[in-house]
C-alpha cells in the first residue's frame, strides 16, 4: 500500500469518474485503474461499484476512503514538520472564507502576500461557516476565516479584528431620513438578507430579534451582499453590510449607508486551524498581514459595540 494508491482512490471518490481521476493525478487512466486494482488486490476488497455511473464506493470502500483521508493528513504533517524548521513559506495552503468576509478583506492583503512570498500558493474557497469547520476538520483546509469563535477539541482561533454592521438603505425608505437605525425601525421593512446558512445573517437576526415573518415575501436570499445592495440602490427596501465593505463604495454610495445606535452590532472575525496545525510560522505571518491591512480601530471592541 502507497500513499500514491491512497491519493487516487481519495480523487476517484472526489470525481466520482476514474478518467477524471487520472487527469486530476496527472496519469494516465490505465495506470490510476491498475493501482487501485493492486490495492484491492492486496486488501482483498472491492473498493468501488464499477457498474454504477457515477462510480461509488463500496461499503467496506467508503471506510477505506476516510482512513486513507486520515492517513495522507498524517503524512503531510511530516512535510509540514520540515517547513516549519526552516521557516518555509511554501507549498499549497488551502484557506476556507465565508462569502460575507472574502470579497471585501481579501484584495486588502492578498496580493501584497503572494507578491513577498511567491512560493506560497494560496487555494481560496468561498464557503458557509458550517462548510468551513467541516472542511477544515476533514483536512480539507489549512485555515478558515470566519466570524465567530470555533467552537470544539478540534480547532483554535486567533482573533483577528472586530468589524460592524451598518444598514445600507434605499433612499425612498422612510429609514433614509434618519442618522442612525433602531432595530426597531426594521420590522415593517423590506429586507435583503443573505439564507439562513450565513452566520452573518444569524447575527443580525438574533441582534435586531427579527422574526420570520419580518422578511418581505420577495426577500431574495440565496444572493450575494453586492446583489442586494443593488436592489437597495434601485428604491427597494434595506440590508446590511459589513463595515471592510462600505470602505470599497464610492462617495455617492456611501450616501444609503446607516449606522446602528448604541450598542452598535459588530461580529468578530477569526483566523481558525486545527489544534494540529504545525506551520505556525506561515500563520502568524497570515495574521500580521490581515491586522496590518483593517483599520487600527477594528484591533479592538470600541466604546458602544457590542458582538452579536
Known amino acids: 500500500m502507497t500513499l500514491q494508491q491512497l491519493e487516487y482512490i481519495l480523487a476517484v471518490d472526489e470525481l466520482k469518474h476514474f478518467a477524471k481521476a487520472a487527469e486530476h493525478c496527472k496519469v494516465t487512466q490505465p495506470s490510476l485503474s491498475a493501482a ?3 490495492l484491492e488486490d492486496e486488501l482483498n476488497a472491492k473498493l468501488f461499484d464499477r457498474t454504477t455511473q457515477p462510480v461509488q464506493p463500496t461499503l467496506i470502500g467508503r471506510k477505506v476512503i476516510e482512513q486513507a483521508k486520515i492517513a495522507l493528513r498524517e503524512a ?3 512535510k509540514d514538520i520540515v517547513k516549519e524548521e526552516i521557516r518555509s513559506v511554501s507549498g499549497v ?4 472564507v465565508l462569502s460575507t468576509i472574502a470579497p471585501y478583506l481579501l484584495p486588502r492583503f492578498l496580493p501584497e502576500l503572494t507578491e513577498e512570498y511567491p512560493a506560497l500558493d494560496i487555494r481560496i474557497t468561498e464557503m458557509k461557516n458550517h462548510d468551513c469547520l467541516n472542511a477544515l476538520k476533514n483536512g480539507e483546509l489549512e485555515a478558515v476565516l470566519i466570524a465567530e469563535m470555533a467552537e470544539g477539541d478540534h480547532f483554535h482561533s486567533t482573533p483577528l479584528y472586530y468589524e460592524s454592521f451598518l444598514g445600507y438603505v434605499s433612499k425612498y425608505s422612510p429609514l433614509f431620513k434618519k ?3 433602531r432595530p426597531i425601525d426594521i420590522n415593517e421593512e423590506q429586507l435583503w438578507l443573505p439564507d439562513e446558512g450565513l452566520c452573518f445573517r444569524d447575527q443580525l437576526t438574533r441582534f435586531c430579534q427579527l422574526k420570520p415573518e419580518t422578511f418581505g415575501l420577495t426577500a431574495y436570499r440565496q444572493g450575494s451582499l453586492e446583489t442586494f445592495m443593488h436592489m437597495v440602490e434601485s428604491g427597494k427596501g434595506i440590508t446590511f ?3 471592510l465593505a462600505a470602505l470599497q463604495l464610492s462617495e455617492e454610495r456611501k450616501r444609503l449607508i446607516r449606522p446602528f445606535v448604541m450598542p452598535r452590532p459588530v461580529r ?3 483566523l481558525v486551524t486545527r489544534t494540529d496545525f504545525i506551520r505556525h510560522s506561515l500563520l502568524n505571518i497570515l495574521t500580521e498581514k490581515i491586522k496590518a491591512c483593517v483599520p487600527k480601530e477594528m484591533l479592538s471592541l470600541q466604546n458602544g459595540q457590542k458582538i452579536v
Open 93 to 96: 495552503f488551502r484557506l476556507g
Open 268 to 270: 468578530k472575525i477569526y
Open 76 to 78: 503531510e504533517l511530516i
Open 179 to 181: 442618522e442612525t437605525i
Open 36 to 38: 487501485i486494482q493492486k
Open 241 to 243: 453590510i459589513p463595515e
